[in-house]
Each structure stands twice: as structure tokens, then as C-alpha cells.
């Protein structure tokens, strides 16, 4: 008995081990990739060139290629995609290819480069997909290689009979050649003299320190032409189209031109370093961005101004409904159009210059981080603008349209992206936020029916002849030829108390503009009426008076 339990625990223990050596086997097959050889071709490592971590071999990389030194730098390289024979022949120059692709288009993270064999980063989040995880793979950024882009990568691999090391990726070397024909020096660069090629500060060589403000001042000098050009054109030409589409063009022209200027400068005739194209490269998308939205609405406005006049008092008027909904549309139009031309200049910025993945906002815009700060710093803006795009959707308040905004009388003069612009009856401009005056009620005078009724309320004495009075009120409103459906027209004796009756006269007038002026008049006649049956001696107002006793 004593036997069989010495037998059961004994193969217990060896299931046991064989669990925890395969275990842990998987384990290290998942912190590299297993290839049978690893640049063969070429000689030995130099002993300094230490491949054990990430950061080692980007610096060993570097270094190597600072001391000229390809042949050595080639180890730095998964050069499995050339035969044995050719890796000492293509090596080196596949070194100094990829060195000067990540000199002018990438720029290194040494954060994300751990000195650790493993990459592990135990310093990440628990929510990250790698959180705890050693790393076999790191991404040092992307270029774009036209219809598609190119991922430059380390990648940690073990030979059969050598120790894991990290190189970069045998994909990535398959690249650069490609990646070089892009973004390599171009012809004119390399006449350039060898000494202007040293580097000078911020990471820039000395022929981009006295290149640049040429570049930029050949595109500010090209800016200058178009500009005199579309003046030229501008004093000959005639017509609207002509003078529209000028109108419309010569901004968007000569931005294009300028930021065309800059681009071929510095990405076709001469391709500057990665310092330098990290500024320059989100220029260039602003500006192209920036003509087509300045085209956009130099071409709405244009179209706006043939079609909407917009003087307040002319879009008041009630024949002009359908010109103040064409205008507010036009101006919701506009402001869309910005709104997706800014989304849209930001999208192609961050992916012009990869900075989520190259300079370590990664970790920043996978958290959300970003998001949540940007939107909680311009909320109140984001709520305005949203708010402004509400209103011009659902038409709310027209431009043109009077409303009663907090007892005010005005007429809706502007509808910007932060604040509404009303003009009040006595001319003074109030500046109302957008979120405010979606959020508060208001009256619209104009909104689907300009006609309203109007009332004149007199306080009068209980002896006056109402029945005279509603004569004397008929007569007045068939003679008033501002007064529409004079049949609705009628006097009510609405409520009394001891001091008299109030009796309220009511008329339709065909605008509120017009009902204001009518209410005036009228309430003027019929105060001249009542007193001229005050002056027959018969009672008109209310008489009240003091007992002295």
C-alpha cells in the first residue's frame, strides 16, 4: 500500500514538472520569433553591439551608422530576405538607406524603447491589451508609401543556436529601398556640399537652417504674385459670374500656390529632416484644407449676397419669408461646412504626422485622455456651435424673423457660431449666446404666420355708451387700409370693478411691424373720441375722489 502511494505521488510530481517546463516554454516562445538563422552572410557582431533590448539596438543601430560604420550597423538588421551570399553586399546599404529614412521622416520614442530584453512595460495600465506581457514586436512609426503605408518595426528574434536579439523586422528591410526612393536625399540634395550636411541645432542640418526661410519666403513671394494677378484680372473683368468667380478664387489661389511652393520645396526638389517635417508636413494640410474652406465659403457668400439682401428691416417684411429661409439655410450651410472642414484639417494633421503613433500620445489617446480634456476645456464652445447648427436645422428663429426675447421686440439680424445678433426696435444690438437663446423661450412673430391680432384696452367710465364707441371704432377701421379682415374686427367689455369697465377694441393687421403702428393710431383716435363725449358731458373715464369727511 505504502508502494503505491510512493508510485501515485511520484508521477504526480513528474506531470507536475512537465506542466510547468511546457508552460514555461510556451512562455518564451511567445517573448520572440523563432528563424533558423540570422544574418549568416554577414561577420560576426562587433562586441559593442548590444541587440539584448530594444533601446540597445536602435542606439547600437545609430551609432554605428554616426561612425559610418554600415557594415557593422548591418546586424542591426533582419536581413533573412537576401540570401546568405548577398547579405554582406546589401547590408550595409540597406543601413544607410534606413538610417536616413529615420533621420527625415521618423521621429523615435526612446520612451517606448525599454532596456529590458522583454519590452515588458510594467509601468502600463492594466486596461492596455499588453499590460503585464512581455513584447515581441514594436512599432517605431509608419510612413506613408502612396497607396498604402509602411510600418517600420523591431522585432525580437532567436536563431536556433543564438540567443534572442532584437533587430529590425525582416518586412521592414524588405521597405527600405521603397521607403528610400521617397524619402532618400533627391538629386539636388546630394550636389549639396558635404559641409552644409552637418548638423547644426534642434536636430536640423545647416543647409536646412539657410534653406528653409528660402522656401518660405519663395512661397510668400509666390503668394504676392497671385495676389497682384487676381487684382489685375479683378480691374478688367466684368459681369457677376466673372467678378464672383474671381472673387471667389483669389484667396484659395494664392494660398494653394504658396503651401504648393512649400511642399515641392521641401518633399520633391529637397526632402528635409524628421525635426523639421514634423512642422512643416501639418502646414501643408492646414493650407490645402485652408484654400478649399476659404473657396467654399467666399463662394456661399458670394451667393448669399446676389440672393439675400441683409438689411433687417427688408427680410422683416412678410412677402420675404421664403428669402429669410433661404438665408438662414445658406448660413447653417456655412457653418456645417466649417465645422467638417476643422474635423477634417485635424484628422489629416494627426495622420500626416503620426502622433499617435510616433511621438507617444499613444498611451494618452488610447486612455481617452485627450478626448476627455479637449472636450471639457470647449465644452461651452462645442454647446454653442451645436446649438447654432440647431437653429439653422429646425428654423426656430429665422434671420429676418421678430421675435420677443425677455420683453424685448427684436429682429434676428445675425445667427453666428457663438451668439445670436438681434436687433432691438430702438436700433440697439443685443448679443444673446446661442445656448441661451435655444434654451430659453421666446416668441416669433414671423415664424409661419406673420398676421396677428392687435388690441387697444381703455379703462372706462360704467356710464359710457359702449355701443357709440364700437361705431366710431368700426368707421376708424374701415378707413385704415393697414387693417386686413376688418369683418374680425369687435369691441369686448373684458372684465370691470369699481372704478370703471375695461373695454378692449381688436383688429388684424398683416405683420407686427404694421400692427405696432396701427395699435398707436387707433388707441390715439379713440382716446380723442372718448374725450369728445367727455366734452358733450356725458361720462367718459373713470372719476374718483376723496371723502374729506
Known sequence: MRHAAVRLLTWAAAIWIGCAAALAQSQDMNAWFEIPFLNSGLDPAPEDFDRSTPQGAVESFLDAVGREDYAAAAHGLNLSGYAPERQSDVGPELAQQLAE??????????????????????TAASSRAMSGEPRRSLLIGVLDKGDREAAIRLNRVKPESGDPVWVFSARTVQQVPELHRIYGPSQLEQRIPASLKAEAFWGLDWWEVIGLPIFIFAAIFAGILMHWLFGTLSRHASGWAATTALRALRWPAIIAVATTILML???????????????????????????FLTFALQLIDSILDRTVNFDAGELSD???????????SFSGLRKALIVVALLAAIGFVLSATNLFRTLGFSLLASAGALTLILGFAARRVLGNIMASLQIAMNRSARIGDQVYYEDQWCTVERIHFTFVQLLRWDGVRLIVPVEHFVSDSFVNLTKD??????????????????DALRARFMDLVEDNDDIIEKDAAAVRVTTQDALG????????????????????????ALIEEVQALAAKGRPAFPQAGIDAG
Not at 273 to 288: F, Q, R
Not at 318 to 328: C, D, E, G, H, Q
Not at 449 to 466: P, Q, Y
Request: with cysteine.
Open 101 to 122: 529614412v529615420l533621420e527625415r521622416k521618423a521621429v523615435i520614442s526612446w520612451r517606448a524603447l525599454l532596456e529590458r530584453p522583454d519590452a515588458l512595460d510594467a
Open 265 to 291: 520645396s521641401t518633399q520633391r526638389f529637397f526632402v528635409v529632416s524628421g525635426t523639421a517635417s514634423a512642422v512643416i508636413e501639418p502646414i501643408i494640410v492646414i493650407g490645402y484644407i485652408g484654400a
Open 318 to 328: 412678410p412677402s420675404k419669408s421664403s428669402v429669410r429661409t433661404i438665408a438662414t
Open 449 to 466: 404666420d406673420s398676421t396677428l391680432i392687435r388690441t387697444v384696452s381703455l379703462t372706462l367710465a360704467h356710464e359710457l355708451d359702449v
Open 501 to 524: 369697465q375695461c373695454v378692449r377694441f381688436q383688429f388684424n393687421c398683416p405683420d407686427p411691424t404694421t400692427g405696432w403702428a396701427v395699435e398707436c393710431d387707433m388707441r390715439e
